[in-house]
Nanobody, 124 residues
Framework: QVHLVESGGGLVQAGGSLRLSCAAS????????MGWFRQCPGKEREFVAG???????YYSDSMEGRFTISRDNAKNTVYLQMNSLKPEDTAVYYC??????????????????WGQGTQVTVSS
């Protein structure tokens, strides 16, 4: 069982930056692939970025360049650095985890554990 807690959301002006954090419980953090998803108002949850246990990262095509995912296995924490934020980035951002995947997981159904989400609001 993995318990995930996101933090770092808030209100930011367009063009600004935020760094989200996701703290994970458990002693085998480095065996989990971690992902960030977001759910914009009225839309389905979508993949933002992922990082495998070995640190290899992968992104949604539309997110790469402005968003950077990273992990610190010593702290059981994964981060999402978001730069040049736009009003359309307003969403609840979720952290997710799964172990035992061969291919990098990108779909909601591929992740086993989820955090409660953190709200990011970008004002114009």
């Amino acid at each position: 069982q993995v318990h995930l807690v996101e933090s770092g959301g808030g209100l930011v002006q367009a063009g600004g930056s935020l760094r989200l954090s996701c703290a994970a419980s458990g002693h085998t953090f480095n065996s989990y692939a971690m992902g960030w998803f977001r759910q914009c108002p009225g839309k389905e949850r979508e993949f933002v970025a992922g990082v495998r246990g070995n640190g290899r990262t992968y992104y949604s095509d539309s997110m790469e360049g402005r968003f950077t995912i990273s992990r610190d296995n010593a702290k059981n924490t994964v981060y999402l650095q978001m730069n040049s934020l736009k009003p359309e980035d307003t969403a609840v951002y979720y952290c997710a985890a799964v172990s035992g995947r061969v291919a990098p997981p990108r779909l909601v159904g591929e992740f086993a554990y989820w955090g409660q989400g953190t709200q990011v609001t970008v004002s114009s």
